[in-house]
């Protein structure tokens, strides 16, 4: 399995804090990315990163900001929590792009808005 | 935009039985991957097809890639209940990023 870890495993928040979701890897793999997973519409890209401070927006990018300040750490933050927010979080990593772009997925964040 | 299209979205079979998966779009993909994700757990890579018309086997899990790259199908042989799990097809096209169908549930019974 590829080393990726994500913490917290769970958190139970109210409307309108801050949340930041930490995903740590050990494969010193370029591409990070954030997911979130609900029923009915599958795995959704929110941001993506390929390299040391350089990220882009993906499908579901509102309300959500990512950092990327060492190869092995992406952070997830929601900047004012929102109940539609609640969702399961993954982190996934890649070696690289092109045709393939096999991604590794971490075990997840399940996150509740309340 | 859904790119990909699973079908179908639930299955429940028991075990010994043979089942397949589907995974259309109209768009041509590079590549395609297959996932298998596990309750409480994150997707996890079964294979990658690459070429058109690439068949490729995993002990009783068929994969093929359509001739024209559009579409894939996962066909399980005498499926045991370990199968149990959430497939997913994921298509790269150009850049970074990776689109996923939104599933198949295979729930197999003893």
């Known amino acids: 399995d590829a080393g990726i870890t994500q913490s917290p495993r769970h958190k139970v928040t109210e409307t309108g804090t801050p949340v930041t979701l930490r995903c740590h890897q050990t494969e010193n793999h370029r591409y990070m990315y954030w997911y979130r997973q609900d029923p009915g519409h599958g795995l959704r890209l929110i941001h993506y990163?390929?390299?040391?401070?350089?990220?882009d927006k993906g499908e579901v990018s509102d309300g959500y900001s990512v950092s990327r300040s060492k190869t092995e750490d992406f952070l997830l933050t929601l900047e004012s929590a929102t109940s539609s927010q609640t969702s399961v979080y993954f982190c996934?990593?890649?070696?690289?792009?092109?045709?393939?772009?096999?991604?590794?997925f971490g075990p997840g964040t399940r996150l509740t808005v309340l | 935009t859904q790119l990909l299209e699973q079908s179908p979205q639930f299955l429940s079979i028991q075990e010994g039985e043979n089942l397949t998966v589907y995974c259309n779009s109209s768009?041509?993909?590079?590549?395609l991957q297959w996932y298998r994700q596990e309750p409480g757990e994150g997707p996890v890579l079964l294979v990658t097809v690459v070429t058109g018309g690439e068949v490729k086997k995993l002990k009783r899990l068929t994969f093929q890639f359509g001739d024209a790259r559009k579409d894939s199908s996962l066909h399980i042989t005498a499926a045991q209940p370990g199968d149990t799990g959430l497939y997913l097809c994921?298509?790269?096209?150009?850049?970074?990023?990776?689109?996923f169908g939104k599933g198949t549930s295979l729930l197999v019974t003893p």
């Open positions: 996934a990593i890649s070696g690289g792009g092109g045709s393939y772009n096999e991604q590794f």
């Open positions: 768009s041509v993909f590079s590549s």
């Open positions: 994921a298509g790269a096209q150009t850049g970074y990023a990776l689109n």
């Open positions: 990163s390929y390299g040391v401070k350089d990220t």
